[in-house]
């Protein structure tokens, strides 16, 4: 696996929707005047623009494998692995939680 390009996270949402990187670099500027979020086209910033349209495709697939994983998880609870797993289960429903806009 290659290593990730894009602006460390987490990353934070602005009042305006801009989005800062925790290294504290601004992702995307969002200017409500014209609807348009804007970037540098920096190599960085490219990958950023990757990850934020890869970010609906993710999403899906995250909702898939909990949908498999979740139950498998719960059963497991007096196996070893199963503090792992249920930890995984919850970063993962926290990450779509976050996608939905259910949580900041």
Same mark, same amino acid.
């Given at each position: 696996?290659?290593?990730?390009?894009?602006?460390?996270?987490?990353?934070?949402?602005?009042?305006?929707?801009?989005?800062?990187?925790?290294?504290?670099?601004?992702?995307?500027?969002?200017?409500?005047?014209?609807?348009?979020?804007?970037?540098?086209?920096?190599?960085?910033?490219?990958?950023?623009? !990757?990850? =934020? $349209?890869?970010?609906?495709?993710?999403?899906? +697939?995250? /909702?898939?494998? %909990? #949908?498999? *994983? !979740?139950? =498998? $998880?719960?059963?497991?609870?007096?196996?070893? +692995?199963? /503090?792992?797993? %249920? #930890?995984? *289960?919850?970063?993962?429903?926290?990450?779509?939680?976050?996608?939905?806009?259910?949580?900041?």
């Amino acid at each position: 696996m290659s290593e990730n390009k894009w602006t460390p996270g987490p990353w934070t949402k602005g009042r305006y929707g801009d989005l800062t990187g925790s290294n504290g670099k601004k992702v995307c500027v969002y200017d409500a005047g014209i609807g348009l979020a804007m970037c540098d086209p920096a190599a960085e910033d490219r990958a950023n623009a !990757a990850l =934020i $349209a890869a970010a609906p495709a993710m999403a899906e +697939a995250l /909702e898939a494998l %909990l #949908k498999w *994983v !979740a139950p =498998i $998880a719960g059963d497991n609870r007096d196996d070893d +692995a199963s /503090e792992n797993e %249920l #930890k995984t *289960v919850q970063m993962a429903e926290a990450a779509l939680s976050l996608a939905r806009g259910e949580t900041e």
